[in-house]
């Protein structure tokens, strides 16, 4: 959780019930009604597809009635403390945003802070769910990185899609697996050496010379031996890169 400078605890007394378990049980018994008084829906695959083209819509709206019994308080705020200055803020209205999970899909509207002294905007409740700035949400970036990782995009977002249901770019996976890998070296990717060892010695078996080890690392750039300290005459210069 990041560090914020206000409570994560409804204030006793407020109650958490929320109308959305009403609106949410109109939802599931039209949904229900719907799928039974389908005269055409009389096939296992007819009831899971109905299931399934819904489910962002069941599941997303399950997740946001989940939010707002549990931060009910930050949903209705009104005042929060400015988190460089504290000086007390009232809020200038409520923002909303589309939010996408690998579950599901909601709007969330909450309430929007803003400090003139020092120049900040924020959004409280954003902060409490750690919410990316991305309508896409960490838990399909893990998934975007996993796929992206093991086939090319164009697979990718095929299998994303077939499995959730939801619609996914080949340029978002780009963006999101470039983003990560930023952040990640070449020994950050290399095997460990206890698992480096673990292999020479399987291949050492039944042999009289050491095994020669090359390492692969898909999409990394890394000098592949150190620059000489001159050039040899009629040969290249060794700048050779391991390349995607
Ligand atoms: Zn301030």
């Known amino acids: 959780m990041p560090n914020v400078n206000f409570s994560e605890t409804p204030p006793v007394g407020m109650s958490a ?3 959305w378990r009403v609106e949410y049980d109109d939802f599931l018994d039209d949904f ?3 799928v ?3 005269t055409a829906m009389s096939e296992l695959e007819d009831i899971t597809g109905a299931v399934f083209r819904n489910k962002s819509k069941l599941l997303g709206q399950l997740v946001a009635g989940l939010i707002e019994t549990k931060y009910s308080h930050l949903l209705d705020q009104d005042y929060c403390a400015c988190k460089q200055c504290n000086k007390r803020l009232k809020s200038v209205g409520k923002r909303s945003r589309k939010l996408e999970t690998r579950v599901g899909a909601f709007e969330l509207n909450r309430p929007y802070f803003y400090c003139r002294d020092c120049h900040l905007g924020f959004f409280p409740l954003d902060e409490v769910l750690c919410l990316s700035d991305s309508p896409k949400q ?3 970036q893990d998934i975007e990185t996993f796929l992206s990782s ?3 995009y164009e697979t990718a977002k095929e299998a994303y899609e077939r499995i959730t249901g939801d619609e996914l770019s080949t340029h978002h996976l780009h963006d999101t697996a470039n983003a990560i890998g930023e952040q990640v070296g070449v020994l950050e990717v290399c095997p460990s050496k206890e698992e480096i060892e673990e292999k020479i010695d399987q291949l050492s078996q039944g042999r009289h010379r050491r095994p020669v080890m090359m390492l692969g690392i898909d999409g990394a750039y890394g000098p592949m ?5 001159f050039p040899f005459r009629g040969c ?3 700048s050779g890169r391991m390349g995607p």
């Open 36 to 38: 039974g008084n389908d």
């Open 236 to 238: 290249g210069v060794g």
């Open 138 to 140: 960490y838990d399909i």
């Open 225 to 229: 031996r150190p620059l000489p300290r």
């Open 150 to 152: 093991e086939m090319p």
């Open 17 to 19: 019930t929320a109308n």
């Open 32 to 34: 229900i009604n719907s």
